[in-house]
């Protein structure tokens, strides 16, 4: 009896330390399918086509392609098959499909709260950076609620009340020359902001809010040069936000994507393309290191009906066409990396890329 007593005692122990490990392992990404913080980064106008110009003219590498979870978003407005960026940033930012030129109201003009207000009622630290104006209908989706994106000053008010922590980008021009005469930034300093004026300034952050603005409306096209604003406007919102151990939510937009397809400029488009995927370089060395850091990569439309007919990698060229230059209502790719990231793939709605984000977050919503 003994004996048999002893050779089960050891085959128990055998047992466990044979499935302790497993047991960690299992316990480790139990705990990893939460993340601490959200990179949510939108190529306005960003279709399939427009991310393998910039593949091409890149010569064959992205850091996108170190994300291994893909899917699709179907796009269309509630009043349209094709939407606006008003109505499809509302939908990603909300959860609500709604017309075209909403921000940040259903189809029937009431406000609904975004992630990002969602992140700050819940004491995340938040954040914005684009090419665009910060009024532009994708931003102003998250921080707004007016019935027409058109409404640049409401939505530029709209910061002062929001908790944002960073804002990067351009549109100075509706915070400082406003029919009610006031001069937001210097609301902004008594909220506790830091306020600078030009994309040289990104870096020089003291405290742990920051509203940068990088120009009078939207910012300069590659093209025209701009250079690395992005890239850098998404490093120094990482050194901000990730101060706060509770987490963060930061929405970064390659706005311009969709300005230069609007005119059927497929080089610029792939300019626009490789800048934003250098942005996204910068929130991918953050993810890998940080481990707690969810970025999903998608777009709010496809601009252009782009088609590519030829192309040469080692030259890094392309031969683009359009079929118009208004949006069309095909589906956008959806990447994803880090915890979570299983969860998108597939076909799904652009409202589905808030409920997911919300869960993976833990908050609770009246939506």
């Known amino acids: 009896m003994k004996r048999q007593n002893t050779k089960s005692l050891i085959t128990g122990v055998i047992i466990l330390i044979v499935l302790f490990p497993f047991s960690l392992n299992a316990q480790k990404q139990n705990k990893s399918i939460k993340p601490t913080n959200i990179i949510l980064i939108i190529g306005d106008g960003m279709g399939v086509t427009q991310l393998y110009s910039g593949l091409t003219m ?3 590498t992205l850091n996108l392609l170190k994300f291994k979870s893909v899917g699709f978003s179907k796009t269309n407005a509630s009043n349209d098959y094709t939407t606006d960026s008003g109505a499809g940033g509302t939908a990603i930012a909300t959860g609500h499909k709604t017309y075209n030129g909403a921000i940040g109201v259903n189809k029937d003009t009431l ?3 975004s992630i990002l207000e969602l992140a700050e009622s819940n004491g995340l630290s938040t954040g914005i950076a684009a090419t665009s104006s910060l009024t532009d ?3 102003a989706s998250f921080v707004a609620h007016v019935k027409s994106r058109y409404l640049m000053e409401e939505i530029a008010y709209s910061y002062l009340n929001s908790g944002i922590d960073v804002m990067i980008g351009g549109g100075l021009n509706y915070f400082v020359k ?7 930034p210097a609301e902004l300093r008594k909220l506790g902001y830091q306020v600078v004026f030009s994309a040289d300034s990104i870096g020089k952050v003291t405290n742990s809010k920051l509203a940068c603005f990088t120009a009078p409306d939207n910012n300069l096209t590659m093209a025209e040069g701009r250079g690395d604003m992005l890239a850098r406007a998404v490093q120094t919102s990482l050194e901000v936000l990730q101060t706060n151990k509770k987490g963060f939510f ?3 937009e390659g706005s311009l994507i969709d300005k230069v397809a609007h005119t ?3 080089n610029m488009v792939a300019q626009e393309v490789i800048d934003l995927d250098n942005a996204i370089g910068k929130a991918l060395d953050f993810a890998m290191k940080n481990g707690n850091t969810l970025i999903i990569v998608t777009a709010d439309h496809e601009t252009g009906g782009m088609s590519l007919s030829g192309g040469d990698y080692t030259a890094g060229t392309i031969d683009a066409k359009f079929a118009g230059m208004n949006h069309t209502g ?3 790719p959806v990447f994803a990396y880090g915890p979570g990231a299983e969860n998108f793939q597939g076909i799904q709605e652009n409202t589905d890329l808030f409920y997911k984000m919300i869960s993976l977050f833990g908050f609770e919503t009246d939506h």
């Not at 406003?178 to 937001?184: G, H, I, N, T, V």
């Open 58 to 60: 890149n010569h064959g």
């Open 111 to 113: 406000p609904v709260k």
């Open 137 to 139: 209908a994708t931003p």
């Open 178 to 184: 406003r029919k009610d005469k006031q001069y937001l």
């Open 250 to 252: 930061l929405m970064v």
């Open 264 to 266: 059927g400029q497929g």
């Open 330 to 332: 095909v589906m956008v």
